[in-house]
């Protein structure tokens, strides 16, 4: 048994909260997203966040750090943008195996260094697959409904090259993540499921997809049964959700998903929904007392943050997840 599935029929494990939202913090201009290499690059570069894993790495690391101070178990690498997809709006294509394999190399040597502090709670490194910018499922043109931005095939060779680059940088996990279109995460897993074959390797896969407002739904179009049946074929480690919603409004679609599944449950929820301003305002508190509730309700394994949640989000989540025992549905499927 894997070391990660062992900690997880021990307990509840904690995921990190939101990277992008720990950089603000730094205020970095757009010299420093540049760095001494970029310095005369012909693009814009401010707001390419995982660039900074190559510009910035020390930040990268701090804040990985933070969060394993937090009490997070798992953390996830600076690659959430990591496609030549997302890519091409700063023309950096042919940076992506370096950008990921940077970011994982970071987050490995952090992790390392904790677990090597605190060898009875091993951490663990999860490799972040962001949607792209792009969508399979629906037409970006309204007067042409069907037309398609992009292919399946298109999507499944950009993500195995973002895939074999985690895995060389040295991730435990890797987290398909804010999944909007269940056929952009079936082309990430199709690539995935290639690269195990051709490595000969069994590396555990978690999918987290987002549903986008109050209608229940995907923004394909799909309720949360219907995102854990179109996807339940792959051997999955966990599924769940994350982003567009604050803590107590992803509760009734992890309940109608946590007694359909033998996968483990994860969630990572927004502090809350945003202001006026696009900011977070629900504090560590607030959200842990109704992250609680999933607890009490025997919902979760995996729990963490999304949109706005910092360290100290993490720390209160982690305090309480500590109180319960990770949903007993997971211990027959391991």
Same mark, same amino acid.
């Given at each position: ?163 074999? #680059? *985690? ?7 890797? %987290? ?5 279109? +269940?056929?952009? !995460?079936?082309? /990430? ?54 982003? #567009? *919603? ?7 679609? %992890? ?5 359909? +599944?033998?996968? !483990?449950?994860? /969630? ?67």
């Amino acid at each position: 048994m894997s070391k990660i599935k062992q900690a997880l029929q021990d307990r509840i494990l904690v995921l990190d909260g939101a990277m992008g939202t720990m950089l603000q913090r730094y205020k970095f201009t757009e010299a420093d997203f540049r760095g001494e290499r970029f310095k005369d690059y012909p693009s814009s570069l401010q707001g390419n966040n995982d660039l900074l894993s190559i510009t910035q790495p020390q930040a990268i690391k701090e804040v990985h750090a933070k969060y394993f101070e937090a009490g997070a178990d798992i953390v996830e690498t600076n690659t959430f943008s990591g496609t030549t997809f997302a890519m091409a709006d700063y023309h950096m294509e042919d940076l992506v195996y370096e950008l990921n394999y940077q970011s994982a190399k970071i987050a490995r040597e952090v992790a390392d260094e904790f677990t090597k502090r605190e060898p009875n709670k091993p951490r663990f490194v999860a490799g972040s697959i962001g949607p792209t910018n792009k969508t399979a499922s629906m037409s970006p043109d309204v007067n042409d409904p069907g037309f398609r931005a992009v292919s399946f095939d298109e999507l499944r060779i950009a993500y195995k090259q973002q895939v074999e #680059a *985690l895995i060389d940088g040295g991730v435990d996990i890797l %987290l398909v993540e804010t999944v909007f279109d +269940t056929l952009n !995460a079936k082309a /990430a897993l199709f690539a995935i499921e290639e690269v195990k074959e051709e490595r000969n390797i069994d590396i555990p896969v978690m999918l987290s997809g987002t549903i986008t407002d109050a209608s229940g739904r995907t923004l394909s179009g799909q309720t949360a049964e219907a995102f854990l049946i179109s996807v339940s074929h792959i051997p999955l480690l966990s599924v769940g959700f994350n982003c #567009a *919603l604050g803590a107590n409004l992803l509760q009734p679609h %992890l309940e109608a998903i946590a007694s359909k +599944t033998d996968f !483990a449950i994860s /969630a990572h929820p927004n502090a809350g929904l945003p202001n006026a301003f696009g900011e977070y305002d629900e504090s560590p508190e607030d959200m842990g007392e109704q992250i609680e509730e999933y607890l009490k309700k025997d919902l979760i394994n995996i729990i963490g943050g999304c949109c706005g949640t910092t360290p100290e989000h993490i720390k209160v989540i982690a305090d309480i997840a500590a109180k319960y025992k990770p949903r007993k549905v997971f211990q027959t499927a391991i």
